[in-house]
């Protein structure tokens, strides 16, 4: 039986708690509010709240993909909430939020795969919350152009889509999502004329030439930020890790893709998708 790699000391994390963590912190659970942030134990929760910026996650709890890598429940999802694009809205307006990101389950359940509620979502937000910036973290929609334009059209600040991982490991760890398509929703995002954003997980096996390809291949459709963060192993029956990648190596993989042409690169052992989210906001 192989045994689990172990843990290093720079993946030790405490929360630290300021004022306005405090607040927001008390909205969310007075509230009942769903944010990605404490559902999915993001070790940045302190910081990230702290400064005035938290993830939400629509569409529900409940995935139609089983992702090797995600603790994300699987299964059949309920019918979407049609009133959940206001309550996140006024949500925002409630925890008086500089910024928001807005993430999703898959849900290949519908016709539209979900995007009609995304756009809608993205629209009371900015309604509701004129001065409150935007990024969203979304599913690749099966490739499918036409929904995709609805994310576009509804032109929050930032549109990201994950890789995940290198091509090689690609098919290993995502249920449905591939590759190439994941390339070609970056490169609609880029060409629709908002700011392209990805994020990859480390430590899954990969190498470093793989990973610099994966950077290659980013650029080249327009992607201008990209995350690098640690996979850590959700639970036991999730893809294992295969190395804890140091401090000094993700420090080089940013120097390398600033070096490639990438405007913005988080790379650091705890970042996540939304890390720093707020300062990735690019004038155009």
């Known amino acids: 039986m192989k045994s689990r790699v172990r843990k290093p000391e720079w993946l030790k994390i405490s929360i630290a708690a300021n004022d306005r963590y405090t607040a927001t912190k008390r ?3 007075s509230h009942c509010l ?17 400064k005035g910026t938290a993830t939400f996650m629509i569409g529900g709890d409940i995935c ?11 299964g059949k999802p309920l019918p979407l909430d049609l009133k959940e694009p206001e309550n996140v809205a006024r949500s925002i307006s409630l925890m008086q939020l500089n910024h928001a990101v807005i993430t999703s389950v898959d849900r290949d359940d519908l016709p539209d ?20 910036t935007l990024e969203v973290l979304i599913p690749d929609f099966q490739g499918r152009e036409e929904l995709i334009e609805l994310i576009i059209e509804a032109r929050p600040d930032i549109i990201s889509h994950n890789m995940e991982t290198v091509r090689r490991i690609s098919p290993l760890v995502r249920s ?7 390339l070609r929703v970056i490169q609609q995002i880029a060409q629709g004329g908002i ?5 990859i997980m480390v430590g899954l096996g990969e ?27 959700p639970t036991h029956h999730h893809y294992p890790v295969a190395e804890y990648i140091t401090p000094e190596q993700f420090n080089q993989y940013k120097e390398t893709g600033l070096y490639k042409g990438f405007k913005q690169i988080e790379s650091a052992p705890l970042v996540r998708s939304s890390y720093h989210a707020e300062k990735h906001i690019i004038n155009r």
């Open 176 to 182: 449905a999502a591939h590759y190439d398509t994941s």
């Open 27 to 29: 909205i969310v659970d």
């Open 195 to 199: 700011t392209a954003k990805s994020g």
């Open 34 to 50: 769903h944010t990605i942030c404490s559902s999915g134990r993001c070790p940045n929760l302190g910081e990230c709240w702290g």
């Open 113 to 132: 795969l979900g995007a009609a509620h995304w756009a809608n979502t993205i629209k009371e937000i900015k309604s509701i919350n004129p001065n409150t």
């Open 207 to 233: 190498t470093i030439p793989e990973v610099e390809e994966l950077m290659d291949d980013l650029h080249q459709v327009g992607c201008e930020i990209l995350t690098i963060g640690q996979y850590l192993q």
């Open 64 to 74: 139609t993909r089983s992702c090797k890598f995600c603790n994300t429940r699987t």
